[in-house]
C-alpha cells in the first residue's frame, strides 16, 4: 500500500452513501462486494477503506489513511484536547445536521448549571460547558442518548439533530445549538510527495464535484440592447458568453452561475425581456 493513496470512509451510516457516490463522481472506479473493508481502484493507485466513523480521525491523523470524508462532529470531537496531524481541506456540503441540547418537554429548563448531560459527545460538550462557564456532570454514552433521561441517567443530553424526527419521536425538545456540521474532506499533513501528488489529484477532482452541485449553466435569448440587464442578474458568473443570433436585434447569452437559480432569478430574467430561458445542471468545473 506504500505507492497507493487511501482514502478512508464511513462504512455505514449517513454519510455512505454520499462518500461513496463523490468518489466515484471524482472518476475513482472501485467495486465493493459484500462486505468487504477494503476496494482496490482499477484506475487509480487508490485504495477505499471502509471503516467506522469515530476511528477515521485517528487513522488521517496517524497515517494510517491518507485522506477521509467524516462529519465535522467527528472530527471536531476526536480531535478535541489533543495534537493532530489533520488538515480540513474541503466542506462537502452534505449530512448536515446539528449537535444539540435537548430535554423532555415537560422539563422546563433555566440553566444548564448542575445538570447531568448524557451524550456521545463529551469532549465537545465539555468545552462548551468550559467557555461558557457552566458548572455540569457529562456522562458519555455510545447509543440510545434519547433514553437517559427516561431512566434517570441524564437531565438533559447532547445529541446530532438533523430532521429533528429522533427528538419527536422520544417527546424530546431541542434547547440549544453547541455546534453545525456537514461531511468534511480531511487529509493528512505529512504526506509523502508521492501520495501528496495523487492526493493533489483526487481533491481537485472532488473540488470540482462539489462547485458542480449548486452550479447552473443558463441559455437565453435576448435583445441585444438588454445584454449589460440581464447579464446583472444572472448570480455568480463571471463572463457570459454572447452569441449573435439570425435576428441581428437579439442575442444568445450562455453562463456559467455558481450559485443556485430560484424560480424568482427567472422570473425577473423574464421580466427584463429573456426568453426561452433554459436552466441546465453541471456535473463538473475544473478551475
Ligand atoms: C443521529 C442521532 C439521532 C439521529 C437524529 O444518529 O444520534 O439518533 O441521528 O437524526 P434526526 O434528527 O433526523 O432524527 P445516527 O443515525 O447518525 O447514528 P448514531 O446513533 O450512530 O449517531
Same mark, same amino acid.
Given at each position: 500500500?506504500?505507492?497507493?493513496?487511501?482514502?478512508a470512509?464511513?462504512?455505514?451510516?449517513?454519510?455512505?452513501?454520499?462518500?461513496?457516490?463523490?468518489?466515484?463522481?471524482?472518476?475513482?472506479n472501485f467495486?465493493?462486494?459484500?462486505?468487504?473493508?477494503?476496494?482496490?481502484?482499477?484506475?487509480?493507485p487508490i485504495?477505499i477503506?471502509?471503516v467506522? *466513523? +469515530?476511528?477515521?480521525?485517528?487513522? $488521517? #491523523?496517524? !497515517?494510517?489513511?491518507?485522506l @477521509?470524508?467524516?462529519?465535522?462532529?467527528?472530527?471536531?470531537?476526536?480531535?478535541?484536547?489533543k495534537r493532530?496531524?489533520?488538515?480540513?481541506i474541503?466542506d462537502?456540503?452534505?449530512?448536515?445536521c446539528?449537535?444539540?441540547?435537548a430535554a423532555p418537554?415537560n422539563?422546563?429548563i433555566?440553566?444548564?448549571?448542575?445538570?447531568?448531560i448524557a451524550?456521545?459527545y463529551?469532549?465537545?460538550?465539555?468545552?462548551y460547558?468550559?467557555?461558557n462557564?457552566?458548572?455540569?456532570?457529562?456522562?458519555?454514552?455510545?447509543g440510545?442518548v434519547?433514553?437517559?433521561?427516561?431512566?434517570?441517567m *441524564? +437531565?438533559?443530553i447532547c445529541?446530532l $439533530? #438533523?430532521? !429533528?424526527?429522533?427528538?419527536? @419521536?422520544?417527546?424530546?425538545?431541542?434547547?440549544?445549538?453547541?455546534?453545525?456540521?456537514?461531511a468534511?474532506l480531511i487529509?493528512?499533513?505529512?504526506?509523502t510527495k508521492?501520495?501528496?501528488?495523487?492526493a493533489?489529484k483526487?481533491?481537485?477532482?472532488i473540488?470540482?464535484?462539489?462547485n458542480a452541485?449548486?452550479?447552473?449553466?443558463?441559455?437565453?435569448n435576448?435583445?441585444?440592447?438588454?445584454v449589460?440587464e440581464?447579464?446583472?442578474?444572472?448570480?455568480g458568473?463571471?463572463?457570459?458568453?454572447?452569441?449573435?443570433?439570425?435576428?441581428?436585434?437579439k442575442?444568445?447569452i450562455?453562463a456559467?452561475?455558481?450559485?443556485?437559480?430560484f424560480?424568482e432569478?427567472m422570473?425577473?430574467?423574464?421580466a427584463?425581456?429573456?426568453s426561452?430561458?433554459?436552466v441546465?445542471?453541471?456535473?463538473?468545473?475544473?478551475?
Open positions: 500500500m506504500k505507492n497507493r493513496l487511501t482514502i470512509i464511513q462504512k455505514k451510516g449517513r454519510l455512505f452513501d454520499q462518500s461513496t457516490d463523490l468518489i466515484k463522481k471524482s472518476g475513482i467495486s465493493t462486494k459484500g462486505d468487504n473493508l477494503l476496494a482496490k481502484s482499477n484506475n487509480l485504495d477503506l471502509f467506522r *466513523s +469515530d476511528d477515521i480521525p485517528s487513522l $488521517v #491523523s496517524n !497515517g494510517d489513511a491518507d @477521509a470524508i467524516v462529519g465535522e462532529n467527528v472530527l471536531i470531537e476526536k480531535s478535541l484536547f493532530t496531524y489533520i488538515e480540513k474541503i462537502l456540503g452534505f449530512s448536515k446539528r449537535l444539540s441540547f418537554k422539563n422546563k433555566k440553566n444548564f448549571n448542575n445538570m447531568k451524550t456521545s463529551p469532549n465537545t460538550v465539555k468545552k460547558l468550559k467557555d462557564n457552566i458548572n455540569a456532570s457529562v456522562t458519555n454514552i455510545h440510545s434519547e433514553l437517559t433521561p427516561y431512566i434517570g *441524564s +437531565d438533559i445529541d $439533530v #438533523s430532521s !429533528g424526527a429522533t427528538l419527536e @419521536a422520544n417527546n424530546l425538545k431541542e434547547i440549544e445549538v453547541i455546534l453545525q456540521s456537514q468534511v487529509k493528512n499533513k505529512n504526506l508521492n501520495k501528496e501528488k495523487i493533489d483526487v481533491i481537485s477532482r473540488q470540482g464535484v462539489v452541485i449548486e452550479s447552473k449553466y443558463v441559455m437565453l435576448v435583445d441585444a440592447s438588454k449589460k440581464i447579464c446583472k442578474l444572472l448570480p458568473s463571471e463572463s457570459p458568453t454572447i452569441i449573435p443570433l439570425e435576428d441581428s436585434k442575442v444568445a450562455h456559467l452561475c455558481q450559485e443556485p437559480i424560480w432569478t422570473e425577473k430574467l423574464k427584463k425581456g429573456a426561452s430561458i433554459l441546465m445542471p453541471v456535473e463538473k468545473i475544473l478551475n
